[in-house]
């Protein structure tokens, strides 16, 4: 394997990850056979995702307003597996990493997904300490349609962007991946079952679908179970269904649409969904090897 593209390893809410650097390159410049068998190597069920950082050389992924700024990194980040979609937490470790490597050379980080642009951000002064360093990732809107899987048009959502599964009430919730989430009492196999059977459906999910099991707490509080695609399994914590949970509870109205902060409880720890400014955020701890101490340990 080259050492050259070691990866970095990364903690974020209970999420494990591989980073890879390879800013050097340009989309799809990396074998995905290298990535696979270092996931492979530190063990599937150890490592919830590799994330594959890219320059961006497609111009049409480029908005008119970043051309030719030299501040700006715009990059892909490639999440394997499913070898595609997009990580809020992996994307706070990112932010992390790429403030403490490339600070020097870049003002401004985003990340383009098909259709979107996540700014990732630093707040804090970490030559304070970094514990006061808040590194958060702009989620994009929520969407509660699909045009693009014509979910409706086959009859799996009804007209409100919902179903119901086993006597369980679906809503379907995009936030840059594919969500359902449930405010109904299931328990962790229950979850587990509807999960691997909708993720053996490709007629009706083609790229898979997430679930998301939420528990209200309080007024500014939910709890969060998600069972996440690709990798088809429960994980200790989900960006992309926290903040899709968040927004769908607003939605519902067991939240209210003026609270700006949103604490969310998941088996690895706890995510802040922040409303600012028209802009949603995902904020957490996150850990990454070579910036912090605490994670060498955990690393092979």
Known sequence: MDQKYKPIYAEASGNTFLIFDYLDKYEHDFDENIIRQHHKSYGFEKIDSCLVLTKVNNEEHIPTQLHDLNSVLLMRMYVYEPGDGFCGNGARAVSKYCFHHYRKLYNQFIISTDGWLHELLERGEHEQDEQDVEYLVEMGESLYHDPAGDFIEKGILDKEGKFIHSNVTWHYVNTSEP???????????????????????????????????????DQSTINVLTFERGINRLTPACGSGSTSSVALAKRLGFIDQAVSKVTVKVRGGHLTVINEKGKVYLSGPCLVEGIDKEVSKNVM
Not at 180 to 206: A, H, Y
């Open 179 to 217: 969500h359902l989430v449930t405010f109904d009492k299931i328990d962790d196999k229950e979850l587990i079952r509807i999960g691997s059977s909708f993720n053996q459906e490709p007629n009706k999910f083609p790229i898979g679908i997430n679930l998301n099991r939420v528990l209200n707490i």
